[in-house]
């Protein structure tokens, strides 16, 4: 079972370059959700969508952009690398139940260094 | 806001001993999860907590939830050197649907 897959895996960029970080997910999740993670700070939410043809931010959201294209697919743009967007980024997705969410599966992770 | 602080944030242990694992927060939350994080790997979800004086266990590993104090535990039983890894809590409130993290606690079991 693929579950979430992220694409690529290892990116490296100049500053001032574009990317867009791919995600999809084949459990028919309804929420998606693009974390990063920095040593010392966890899991930080830049973006999620809690279902098709909804996004939000989460707690840190400048510099980025989503776009959830389906149920199955939610990428995240960088428009205009910065050296602080080096990082490992994570996709999710979950399923919802009422007014909750199940727990979230995670991609593999993109390692991203922005030079 | 909603903010999660996990301590320690990092944990070194001799083999065959107990340990605790905290995860408190800001405000009221819904659900508490726990995940596992090996160096270089993705995040595995361990336990799901729905509600107050929830307790689960898998193995040396048991987790439990007061939604009252707003402190989970995770709390490992005579640990062995297959548990080193990173453990976060993350917590989600009803209508919000998305998950805030924790920093992390970093555990070293020794042989």
């Known amino acids: 079972n693929a579950g979430v897959t992220q694409t690529p895996k290892f990116q490296v960029l100049k500053t001032g370059q574009s990317m867009t970080l791919q995600c999809a997910q084949d459990?028919?999740?309804?929420?998606m959700y693009w974390y990063r993670q920095d040593p010392g700070m966890g899991l930080r939410l830049i973006y999620y969508?809690?279902?098709?043809?909804?996004?939000d931010k989460g707690e840190v959201p400048n510099g980025y952009n989503v776009s959830r294209l389906n149920k199955r697919e939610f990428s995240l743009r960088l428009e205009s690398a910065a050296p602080s967007q080096t990082s490992v980024y994570f996709c999710?997705?979950?399923?919802?139940?009422?007014?909750?969410?199940?727990?979230?599966?995670f991609g593999q992770g993109t390692r991203l260094t922005v030079v | 806001e909603l903010k999660v602080e996990q301590n320690p944030l990092f944990l070194s242990m001799q083999e065959g001993k107990n340990y605790t694992i905290y995860c408190n927060y800001s405000?009221?939350?819904?659900?508490l999860y726990w995940y596992r994080q090996d160096p270089g790997k993705s995040l595995e979800s361990l336990f799901v907590?729905?509600?107050?004086?929830a307790v689960k266990q898998e193995g040396r590993l048991m987790a439990s939830l007061d939604t009252k104090a707003r402190l989970s535990t995770l709390h490992i039983t005579a640990a062995v050197h297959d548990l080193s890894a990173t453990y976060f809590c993350a917590v989600h409130t009803s209508g919000t649907y998305k998950y805030i993290f924790g920093t992390g606690t970093r555990l070293k079991v020794l042989a």
């Open positions: 999710a997705s979950s399923e919802r139940e009422g007014y909750l969410n199940t727990e979230a599966f």
């Open positions: 459990m028919n999740h309804n929420s």
């Open positions: 405000t009221t939350s819904d659900r």
């Open positions: 969508s809690a279902s098709e043809g909804t996004t």
């Open positions: 907590l729905l509600s107050n004086g």
